[in-house]
Structures are given as structure tokens and as C-alpha cells.
């Protein structure tokens, strides 16, 4: 079975695929990681001035671009196969 | 459109005699901006005082609003001829509705009180307060114990005893007398019994209280009832009244935001240019006399209203979010009136969810109002747009319903380019309004320079690109200059920042990719609720039912998430990365004197 997987490229394609799950999943981390601690910040700020509110939204979002990266990454990755 | 409302800054001057007449007029036409008068700038000015019925006016503010506030009154509140009238009525209706209060606080209180006393559970013990005295051989245990004394007591030999004992609630009520020689060996038992020593009040008559309790609680109901039909025929007088009231008390507290001197004041203030003329014309034409009306064409600090055709108008909401513009600034709503609904239909472009929130948001659009309304009308625009794009991609609720003209879950790779293709051009559109903005507030050189530069470097990186994958073939030289040059224009523009931020045009750029890559989860999860019901919908007739179900919460649900990301997201593409390109913004919102505040 293994010499079959071996030789029809499976095992080959199998990597690419968790490779591209590893950048986009890394990149969604990071970008949460960063969201978290924004938001928290953004949070606080909006208890002490609720117009803060799209101020801290705009702060929040901007790590989300870092997904985008991990996704076009994880695209050319999957393009090698 | 694009530009805001041309301003004129107005300074009005007269004597303090007709500054009253000279409020009412500014207050009824509603069309000028008050500038507060600043005691710091030099001069013989002096800040103006609140007219003598102000503290009177606020005083009655503060009774209507305890009165509103009690009876949570909301409404539209009319006009009131009779102002004296109104005042008398008032007068009356506050006293009533004090003194009703504060006898059914009484009536409140009293009923708490009586409520405790029959409650009492010492009260039910009805022996005579004679035999409850110190005795020379008997121990007499008044208190409260956990469990019924009875059985106990008889099972312990010895003693002999007289117990009254009484339920209340959980415990019991007793009285317990012992020969005294016993009491050690009785007070144990007590203990065991989970025994609290209380005094039986005096007096104690359930019946005289329950009578009270009766008067008290007619008494209370009849006060509230009074309290109630107080209300219900003043709630348009209330409405009517408060509304006055704050008119008045505006009006009178307005000399605090004009300058006066010993017998003259000034008031200054923004008017839009073209409503000037209406201004002068009432002024002149009133028996108001010695007022001056000076002009002026210093528009530093001046407030912004946003003038756009009513298309458009709902998605000043995006501003009104965020910052007013400048008054030098381009008004970036009718912009983002055309942008902001083409990135939502193409993240969520499908023809059965747009349909959906189509129904949804008509149906809001009508019966909201406010911001509501306001978003409804934008999600509309946002909902055709998700038709269109739905038709182009061919899909209905996540399925393909015909021949698409691009197929988005098949052919990625030409949805990534759309989508940063969209963002080139949207940036550099942001980059264009931006030329505009700095070329009207800091010259041609500077707008040159920090615009320009941008678009210079992209095309530099651009031309070195198609070099390097040899679909150009002019060599690295001339892309190499274009981008050199482009660096120094910058720098000379903004400096080393400029500089640290070179690489982000093109993350810009690429972040645009959200726009197919938010659109491809969505259709996703759209595929995945119709397999789970496909799957099911073999299954016999129940299972027909649980597919049904599965396709309701799921696309459902879908909806609610599209709404939210494909909103947000496109949101977001506008206030990072296009407003980043153009916008600073900061200016102060138009709000006319006499405009009646939303709450």
C-alpha cells in the first residue's frame, strides 16, 4: 500500500497540502494573536469613550492582512502540485 | 457631491436691547452655526450672561423630567401657543403629581412595615402577657425552634411541662414553661432543637393589623390609579411642555456663547453660503434695529455638512462613523456610495442570499428610521449588488444554478487577480483624491511629490517585475530609475517615513484579496449545508424533514455571517487602506442654532 501511495504521488501531494495548512494556519494564529491583544486594548479604551468605537475597529483589523499573506502563501503552495 | 457645503463665516453685531430678538430669529431659521465667543482672544469682549429666566427654566426642566422620566414618556411633541397657560397647568399637575407621590411612598413604606409585623412569627403565640413574668420555681423559654417540641418533650421522662406551640413558616413559634430545677436539661433539648430565644411582642393583634394592612393597600391603589390617570392626560402636555421648556432654556442660556460689552454683543458663526441671503433678508426685514452683519472669508474652523444627492446620502453614515472630512477635503461618500456595495456583492455574490437580504432590508428600510434606516437603505444597494455578482458567478444559495461567467471555487487563480486588480485601482484612486486634498491644502510640490511618488513607485516595481518574468524585454534599467526616482520623491515628501513605508502599497494591494477569499469561505460553508441536506434528503421522510431544516439554519445562519464579514471587510478596505491614501479628516460637524437634538 505504502509502495502504491509512493509511486501514485499521494503521499507527495499530501505534503504539499499540510504545508499550505501550516502557512495559512500560522498566519491565522499570528493574526489572532495580534486581534486578541488589540481588541482587548480597544475594548477598554471604548468603556472610558465609546466614540472610540470605529478608532478600535480600524486598530483591531488591520493584523487580519496577515491571514491574507498566510492565504495567498498556502495558494502557492498548492500550486506546486 | 464630493465637496462639502461652501460655508460663510458671519459675525452679527447690535446692541444688547434686541440681542433677544436677534436669538429668536437665528433660532427659528436654523441655519447658522454657532461659534462659542472665546474670552481668550484680546479685546474688550466679555462673555455674555444667561437671561434672567434661565434658572427658572432649568428649574422647570428639572421637575418635567422627574415627572417624563417616571412615566417613561416618548413622543413627538407639538407646539405651544399659550405660554402662560401652559405654566399654570403645569403648576398644578407638578403639585398633584408630588403630592400623589409621595403619599403613595408613604402608603409604600407603611405597607412594607405591616407586611413585616404580621409576618411575626412570635406574634401567633396568644398567651396572656401576665404569664409570661418571672417565676420563683418556673423557667418560662420564649424563641423560635427548628423542629416540633411535642414528641420530644413527652419521650423525656421527668419532666413535666406546659408547651404552646405554634407554626410559622418553617420554625415553630414557643412558649415553654419547666419547673426550674429542669431547666439545664430542658435548655439542652432546646439547643438540640436548634433553639433562638425572641420576645413575643405586645399587643399583638393579627386581626388590627390586617385591617391597617387592607386601609393601607386601598389607599395605595387608589394613589397609583390617580398617579395613572394623571399621566394618561397629560402625556401630549408633557411631551409638548418639556419640549418648550428646552427651547426656551436653549434660547435664554445663548448669550453665554456671545461676546458682549457693556451694551452691545456679538455673535459669530458659520451660515452656508447660500442660505446667507435668507439670513440678511430676515434680519433687515425685522423690526430689529442696529444689528450689523459683517461677512468674512476666513474659513478656518468651519463646520462641515456633507452635501450629497439622496442616493447617496445613507452612506454618510460611513463619516458620521468615523470623522467628518476637513473643510478643504473631498467628501469621500459618493465614492464609497459606488465601492462600498461593489466589494460586498463580490465577497458575498450570490443570488439567493442577496434576494434574501433584499426582503430583509426593504422591510427594515420601511419601518426602521434613524441610523437604522440609514444602514438598511446602504445594505440594499449591497444586496443588489450580491444579485448581480450572484448571476456572474452563478450561484444560488451556494448551488449552481447555470453557466457561470466566472466560476469562483474553480478558478481561483483568475479571482485573486480580479480582486488585487480591484484593490490597484481602488488605491490608486485613494492615491488620485489624495493628489486633490494635498495640492488644495499644501500646493502643487508637495501633492506632486507624496502622490505621484506612489504611483511612480508602482509602476518602477511594476516594470521590474514584468522584466524579471520576461514578458517585457527592455532590460532592469529603466524600472530601476523609475523606482530610485520614486524613493527620493517620497522621501523628499514625507520623509523618512515615507521611506519606512514603502513595502505597504503592495500589502495594500494584497489585502484586497479578502475579497475573493471571504466570497470563497462563504460559498464553502453554502456547499457544505447542501451536501449535509442532499445527503439526507434519501433518507426517507424524516429525513426530507431534517434536510429542510439543515438548508434553513444553515443558509440562515450563512446570511447572518456573510452580512457580517462581507460588511466589515468591506468596510474595512475603505477605512484602511483607501482613506489611508486621502483622508485625514477631523472637522467639526454643521449643527444650526434652534436644529432640535435627537434623543
Redesign the interface.
Known amino acids: 500500500m505504502v509502495a502504491e501511495a509512493i509511486a501514485t504521488g499521494a503521499i507527495d501531494k499530501g505534503l504539499i497540502a499540510i504545508g499550505a495548512a501550516i502557512a495559512i494556519a500560522g498566519a491565522a494564529i499570528g493574526a489572532a494573536w495580534a486581534e486578541k491583544e488589540i481588541g482587548t486594548a480597544a475594548v477598554g479604551a471604548m468603556a472610558e469613550k465609546p466614540e472610540l468605537f470605529v478608532s478600535g475597529l480600524i486598530l483591531t483589523v488591520i493584523p487580519e492582512t496577515i491571514v491574507i499573506f498566510g492565504l495567498v502563501i498556502a495558494y502557492l503552495i498548492i500550486q506546486i502540485a | 457631491m464630493l465637496k462639502t457645503m461652501p460655508m460663510t463665516k458671519i459675525r452679527i453685531t447690535g446692541l444688547k436691547s434686541s440681542m433677544k430678538a436677534v436669538i429668536d430669529i437665528l433660532y427659528s431659521l436654523k441655519i447658522m452655526h454657532l461659534v462659542d465667543f472665546n474670552k481668550s482672544e484680546p479685546g474688550f469682549l466679555d462673555l455674555g450672561k444667561p437671561f434672567m429666566e434661565a434658572e427658572e427654566l432649568s428649574e422647570s426642566l428639572v421637575r418635567i423630567d422627574s415627572v417624563i422620566s417616571f412615566y417613561g414618556i416618548k413622543g413627538k411633541a407639538n407646539r405651544i401657543e399659550n405660554f402662560s397657560e401652559a405654566k399654570g397647568h403645569f403648576a398644578r399637575l407638578f403639585e398633584d403629581f408630588s403630592s400623589a407621590n409621595s403619599k403613595a411612598a408613604g402608603a409604600n413604606a407603611r405597607q412594607a412595615e405591616l407586611k413585616q409585623k404580621l409576618a411575626e412569627p412570635m406574634g401567633r403565640i396568644k398567651i396572656d402577657k401576665k404569664y409570661l413574668r418571672e417565676y420563683d420555681s418556673i423557667a418560662v423559654f420564649k424563641g423560635l425552634v427548628k423542629k416540633q417540641l411535642g414528641q420530644a418533650l413527652h419521650s423525656q421522662s421527668g419532666i413535666s411541662f406546659k408547651l404552646v406551640e405554634e407554626k410559622a413558616g418553617e420554625n415553630y413559634a414557643i412558649a415553654l414553661f419547666v419547673p426550674k430545677k429542669e431547666a439545664e436539661k430542658t435548655r439542652t433539648l432546646l439547643l438540640n432543637a436548634g433553639f433562638s430565644e425572641q420576645e413575643i411582642p405586645e399587643n399583638f393583634s393579627e386581626e388590627k393589623i390586617s385591617q391597617e394592612l387592607a386601609c393601607t393597600e386601598k389607599e395605595l391603589f387608589q394613589t397609583k390609579d390617580f398617579l395613572e390617570k394623571l399621566g394618561k392626560k397629560n402625556w401630549q402636555f408633557l411631551l409638548d411642555y418639556k419640549f418648550f421648556l428646552s427651547e426656551m432654556n436653549e434660547k435664554a442660556e445663548t448669550p453665554l456663547r456671545f461676546g458682549v460689552s457693556e451694551n452691545a454683543f456679538v455673535a459669530t458663526g458659520f451660515v452656508p453660503a447660500r442660505k446667507v441671503k435668507e439670513l440678511k433678508n430676515r434680519l433687515d426685514k425685522s423690526p430689529v434695529h442696529a444689528v450689523y452683519i459683517e461677512f468674512s472669508n476666513s474659513l478656518e474652523n468651519a463646520p462641515i455638512e456633507l452635501d450629497n444627492p439622496k442616493l447617496v446620502k445613507p452612506f454618510e453614515l460611513f463619516l458620521d462613523?468615523?470623522t467628518m472630512p476637513s473643510y478643504k477635503e473631498i467628501d469621500p461618500s459618493a465614492l464609497m456610495a459606488i465601492t462600498f456595495p461593489i466589494f460586498f456583492g463580490f465577497m458575498l455574490g450570490d443570488v439567493g442570499y442577496g434576494l434574501l437580504m433584499l426582503a430583509i432590508f426593504g422591510i427594515a428600510s420601511l419601518k426602521a428610521s434613524g441610523q437604522l434606516k440609514g444602514f438598511s437603505r446602504i445594505l440594499i444597494w449591497s444586496a443588489l449588488s450580491s444579485v448581480f455578482f450572484g448571476f456572474v458567478f452563478g450561484e444560488f444559495f451556494g448551488a449552481e444554478f447555470m453557466e457561470p461567467v466566472l466560476n469562483r471555487v474553480h478558478e481561483?487563480t483568475q479571482m485573486?487577480g480580479i480582486a488585487v486588480a480591484i484593490g490597484f485601482v481602488h488605491i490608486n484612486l485613494g492615491l488620485l483624491v489624495g493628489f486633490y486634498n494635498e495640492l488644495k491644502s499644501h500646493g502643487f510640490k508637495h501633492a506632486f511629490l507624496t502622490k505621484f511618488g506612489w504611483i511612480a513607485f508602482e509602476a518602477g516595481i511594476g516594470l521590474l517585475a514584468l522584466d524579471a518574468l520576461q514578458i517585457i524585454g527592455i532590460g532592469l534599467i529603466p524600472g530601476a530609475v523609475l523606482t530610485l526616482a520614486a524613493i527620493a520623491m517620497l522621501y523628499l515628501g514625507e520623509g523618512a517615513r515615507g521611506l519606512v513605508e514603502l513595502p505597504s502599497i503592495f500589502?495594500n494591494m494584497?489585502?484586497y484579496?479578502?475579497l475573493f477569499?471571504v466570497g470563497l469561505s462563504s460559498v464553502s460553508i453554502a456547499l457544505v449545508v447542501n451536501q449535509m441536506a442532499g445527503s439526507l434528503w434519501q433518507a426517507g421522510i424524516l429525513g426530507m424533514a431534517g434536510a429542510i431544516i439543515i438548508l434553513a439554519i444553515g443558509h440562515l445562519l450563512n446570511t447572518a455571517l456573510g452580512l457580517l464579514g462581507c460588511s466589515?471587510h468591506s468596510l474595512?478596505l475603505h477605512?484602511?487602506e483607501f482613506f489611508g491614501k486621502f483622508f485625514k479628516g477631523g472637522g467639526q460637524k454643521f449643527v444650526p442654532f434652534g436644529q432640535i437634538k435627537e434623543n
Do not use: F, G, K, Q
Request: overall charge positive; proline content about 7%.
Open positions: 462613523l468615523y481561483p485573486l500589502s494584497l489585502s484579496a479578502r477569499a466589515l474595512r477605512y484602511v
